[in-house]
């Protein structure tokens, strides 16, 4: 199975400033896809933001970034003008594009506070 | 509105009991997952299915049994040969099944076992 390793239990960011999150993963597959989670402090998981292998451009979603590095295995999300609501447990994911359905591997999380 | 929905939301059991977390979806989707959440551990996948009657092992399906007699509903039976059954539950589902798209996960809002 697929690895996918978050390296930083915990981030810390002041409130409208940039923090970024690392996540690397461990496959030979060429074609797959790559997500964050956000799990607030509810539990309900919400996508972030999701990356296919196969594009070279680098997804964005309003605030939230990436940063895909194929040939590294690497997939970091950039948070920019952090809000309080940002605090969250973040999760990176890893998805086969094959013929198993749509299982996705988690990282461990990523736990961000975010102060005034 | 469409979504997920997991019962009870809190449950608990003495040691040798079985117990039944119930997951019903209302959005059409083929696919349904069950998760384990453990402080410091990200989400293990249990069970997954990609259609009605068929279901596959995840990584840590040992002690837990599944069934999918209904497209809308995928529930998860905590066996008493699970030995460390105390966590939190999270069903999800998506669009599609063996390999159409990038299928985003939906998730419920989970359920917190705790053995006595």
């Known amino acids: 199975a697929q690895t996918v390793t978050q390296s930083q239990p915990e981030m810390s960011v002041q409130e409208a400033e940039t923090v970024t999150l690392s996540c690397t993963y461990d496959t030979s597959e060429s074609d797959y896809y790559l997500f964050w989670y956000k799990q607030p402090p509810s539990r309900q998981m919400i996508l972030v933001i999701r990356q296919e292998a196969y594009k070279q451009q680098n997804a964005t979603e309003n605030r939230f970034s990436v940063n895909f590095q194929k040939a590294a295995k690497s997939f970091s999300l950039k948070i920019s003008d952090s809000q309080l609501g940002d605090a969250a447990m973040y999760f990176c994911?890893?998805?086969?594009?094959?013929?198993?359905?749509?299982?996705?591997?988690f990282g461990k999380g990523t736990s961000l506070l975010v102060t005034p | 509105d469409g979504g997920i929905t997991q019962s009870p939301k809190y449950l608990f059991r003495k040691e040798g009991q079985n117990v039944t977390l119930s997951c019903e979806q209302n959005?059409?989707?083929?696919?349904m997952y069950w998760y384990r959440q453990d402080p410091g551990q990200g989400l293990r996948l249990i069970y997954y299915?990609?259609?009605?009657?068929?279901?596959q092992k995840g990584d840590i399906a040992e002690g837990y049994s599944v069934s999918r007699e209904k497209k809308e509903s995928f529930p998860l039976t905590v066996t008493s040969a699970q030995k460390n059954p105390t966590a939190f539950y999270l069903c999800?589902?998506?669009?599609?099944?063996f390999g159409q798209g990038a299928g985003e996960l939906f998730f419920g809002e989970g359920s917190r076992l705790t053995v006595l």
């Open positions: 999800a589902s998506s669009i599609g099944a």
């Open positions: 994911a890893y998805r086969s594009a094959g013929n198993s359905g749509y299982a996705l591997n």
């Open positions: 299915s990609q259609i009605v009657n068929d279901f």
């Open positions: 959005l059409n989707h083929d696919a």
